[in-house]
């Protein structure tokens, strides 16, 4: 049935309820699905890379913008906390705007901003654009995942989400090799300029071809805004400076802990009593969209947290280079992709419950393969746990996606795909974050427990009190052997990491049972 015009008065804070679709018909027509597709695509993977290919060109901005290691950090957290503040406020500017000019306006000011962020002479400048490059990347995301339902028929949402979903999960893997590719060859600020082609490009397929939802008034709720993103930088800023600062032993890990706590409580209370509150409560009330929130924060931890342990583990440690690294992890991308196509073939045959359970279960199998990692091994361990690892992340990604919308309101995609991406990037940072603690915690934890062994006793045939008549070598040999000694400590640590983030996936096995089974081809539903 068709959807009505929002009503005036209290009624009007909600999103605006487009049209339904006939049968058949997508939500909203457009001429050359497959090349807006193309440019769709294209804007969100442009975002995604952002997110990881600067990691490796940091060593090399140092230089350049006369950075220290602690300062430098922050080319990276101003982006990731001003993407968290502005993605709560992608619904309200989509009805405000269109959904089609905010998405121009997102993609042209992330072009922008790269290309500042190409230029920058300081690090204070490249904080600044950085920040400007996270607020335009927050829209992106869930007005190219709105898209992407938009312009497809309901029968055809599953197989759209897991285009869609190929590019948010080989995104972080292509970062690292193309950043490193980009600054090896030419040098760290082509990490930015690359944007600017693929921008241009993309840029002008959305604005030939991409049509736009109507526009609504729609009151802002300020005062929910401001709580939600108080919390949200003030988590996102403990975890990053958390392990720098030495955490709780530190006021300022302490005043951003008490922030987050105080504020979430207050923007919780606030969304519960507001006559307009930033989410309307209806989002709420739809257990899919809620368990699947709950699923991004674990799929966020679970998945993030081993691409970022292997970079560092397999340069550090086994000595490849960044473009090795790099192709090492791209198997994992292949999985990816062949298990996402999979899944769409499956969802509405089988129950899709059941698909992300066994990719959960995947998951954790390849977690325990790299929990059994040797300094000894060759490189085919890696490519092997890696690929299995994708096959896992594709049958659960797409089809938590699809369900998490499947009986989601059309009026609420654009509110609902902002509160999923917010939720996958607060799993992401505590992932990554929780990873890095305990990764440094147990490195030094293995490491006393290793050099305790190593006394004259321990070495058959050698003692160490000899080291002494060794003159100027004997520090020679005591640093080799505490380099030797920190290297098993470390790997120690990293198999540790890897075993608890498998039994993070096989804990969440049970929660699927939280979904909605769907009945037949899982398709969204329109307002009526």
């Not at 280079?321 to 090492?328: A, F, N, R, Y």
């Not at 147990?442 to 003692?463: E, P």
Request: net charge neutral; with cysteine.
């Amino acid at each position: 049935m068709a959807s009505r015009a929002a009503p005036a008065g209290p009624a009007a804070r909600r999103p605006a309820p487009a049209a339904a679709p006939a049968p058949g018909k997508p939500l909203l027509e457009t001429s050359h699905r497959g090349l807006l597709t193309v440019g769709i695509m294209g804007a969100m993977i442009m975002q995604i890379l952002d997110t990881t290919i600067a990691n490796v060109a940091l060593p090399h901005m140092m230089t350049s913008l006369g950075a220290t290691v602690d300062t430098v950090t922050w080319v990276l957290t101003s982006y990731i906390v001003a993407t968290a503040i502005a993605l709560p406020a992608t619904g309200w500017l989509s009805d405000r705007l269109g959904s089609r000019n905010l998405f121009l306006i997102a993609v042209a000011g992330f072009i922008i901003a790269s290309m500042l962020c190409g230029i920058a002479t300081s690090l204070e400048e490249m904080v600044i654009f950085r920040v400007f490059q996270g607020v335009f990347a927050a829209f992106i995301n869930p007005l190219s995942q709105t898209s992407m339902l938009d312009i497809n028929r309901p029968e055809n949402a599953a197989k759209a989400m897991s285009v869609w979903g190929m590019g948010v999960m080989v995104g972080p893997i292509m970062g690292p090799v193309l950043g490193g590719w980009l600054t090896e060859s030419y040098n760290w600020r082509w990490v930015f300029y690359v944007n600017v082609p693929v921008g241009i490009l993309t840029f002008a397929i959305l604005w030939f071809l991409l049509p736009s939802r109507p526009k609504a008034t729609r009151s802002f709720d300020f005062a929910g805004f401001v709580y939600l993103g108080v919390a949200v930088a003030a988590f996102q800023l403990m975890l990053d400076r958390g392990q720098s600062e030495d955490w709780f032993d530190s006021w300022e890990v302490i005043i951003e802990g008490l922030a987050t706590i105080a504020f979430t409580w207050m923007a919780v209370f606030h969304f519960a009593t507001a006559k307009k509150p930033l989410f309307d409560r209806a989002l709420f009330q739809n257990r899919n969209l809620v368990t699947g929130l709950l699923f991004m924060l674990v799929v966020g931890i679970s998945t993030m947290a081993p691409m970022a342990l292997l970079p560092p583990m397999l340069q550090n440690l086994f000595g490849y280079p960044v473009i090795d690294t790099g192709v090492m992890m791209a198997p994992r991308g292949v999985g990816v992709l062949a298990t996402m196509w999979l899944a769409g073939q499956l969802m509405g045959k089988v129950d899709t419950r059941l698909v992300i359970m066994v990719g959960l279960v995947i998951f954790g199998v390849s977690l325990r393969q790299m929990s059994s990692f040797s300094l000894e091994q060759d490189f085919w361990p890696v490519i092997t746990a890696g690929f299995v690892q994708g096959l896992g992340m594709g049958l659960v990604f797409m089809p938590l996606n699809a369900l998490a919308f499947a009986t989601l309101d059309g009026r609420y995609r654009t509110d609902g795909s902002s509160l999923l991406n917010l939720f996958r990037s607060i799993g992401q940072s505590a992932g990554i974050s929780m990873v890095t603690v305990l990764l440094a915690r147990n490195t030094q934890t293995s490491h006393a427990d290793l050099a305790q062994h190593i006394t004259r006793n321990a070495i058959a045939g050698f003692d160490v009190a000899q080291l002494s008549g060794l003159g100027p070598l004997s520090d020679a040999a005591m640093s080799m052997a505490d380099a030797m000694v920190n290297q098993q400590a470390a790997m120690i640590a990293y198999l540790d990491d890897f075993w608890l983030m498998s039994w993070i996936s096989f804990a969440a096995v049970p929660l699927v049972l939280l979904l909605r089974k769907p009945q037949g081809k899982i398709e969204v539903v329109h307002s009526e």
